[in-house]
């Protein structure tokens, strides 16, 4: 049974401040991906990764995947009011699998 | 950006009744989803749709759900008799591809509460 765990499930900081949030599996994927969620929103796709390693920079956040392709982060840098919000990793085993969701990190900055 | 768009937004209804949820995915996309959210919970898959018939289903799908493209723009979803317990918010989602780097497009969902 594929599985996503995330950690921290909430978190909240100081404007300024910067944060890691860790998405964790047994299973091995070919992607990962990372979405942001608003409030009676639906999610919304933030950076897809794919290769086992890979390093992907959106302004101030970085996602990387690891190599083993079971586990990535999301680092945000100088984090800002307009960070907050629940941040879904999700991962999809092979092409053509559905996509399944981990939990989710609530964050809110503070300024 | 295209967008998938969801009707209604908001869908109140009794136990027992059945429901239709609605969703115009992108008009070029051949992959079709539905995912419910309980409040405060993880976003679940339910079902995916392909080429007119259903792809995969998880073990909330039972014989109470049903999806259905009936023409080349809507992709509906029909809960037969409701229990309060299908309350949660419900996002259809569509891609061009099966491909693990396509997008999955959302719809911002239909909140579904059953009395």
């Known amino acids: 049974t594929q599985l996503l765990e995330q950690s921290p499930q909430f978190l909240s900081i100081q404007e300024g401040e910067n944060l890691t949030v860790y998405c964790n599996s047994s299973s091995v994927f070919s992607s990962l991906q990372w979405y942001r969620q608003e409030p009676g929103e639906g999610p919304v796709l933030l950076v897809t990764v794919v290769t086992g390693g890979e390093v992907k920079k959106l302004k101030r956040l970085t996602f990387q995947f690891g190599d083993a392709r079971k586990d990535s982060s999301l680092h945000i840098t100088a984090a800002q009011p307009g960070d907050t919000g629940l941040y879904l990793c999700a991962g999809q085993e092979t092409s053509y699998d559905k996509v399944i969701f981990g939990p989710g990190t609530s964050l809110s900055v503070i300024p | 950006e295209p967008e998938v768009t969801q009707t209604p937004s908001h869908q109140v209804t009794q136990m027992g009744q059945e429901v239709i949820l609605r969703c115009v995915p992108i008009?070029?996309?051949?992959?079709f989803y539905w995912y419910r959210q309980i409040l405060g919970q993880k976003v679940e898959f339910l079902v995916s749709f392909y080429n007119n018939e259903i792809s995969e289903k998880s073990e909330i799908f039972d014989d109470q759900f049903s999806v259905e493209r009936p023409d080349g723009s809507n992709f509906t979803l029909k809960i037969r008799s409701t229990k309060l317990e299908d309350s949660a918010m419900y996002f259809c989602?569509?891609?061009?591809?099966?491909?693990?780097?396509?997008?999955?497009?959302f719809g911002s969902g239909t909140q579904l509460s059953v009395l």
């Open positions: 989602a569509s891609r061009l591809t099966g491909a693990t780097n396509e997008k999955l497009f």
């Open positions: 008009s070029n996309h051949l992959y």
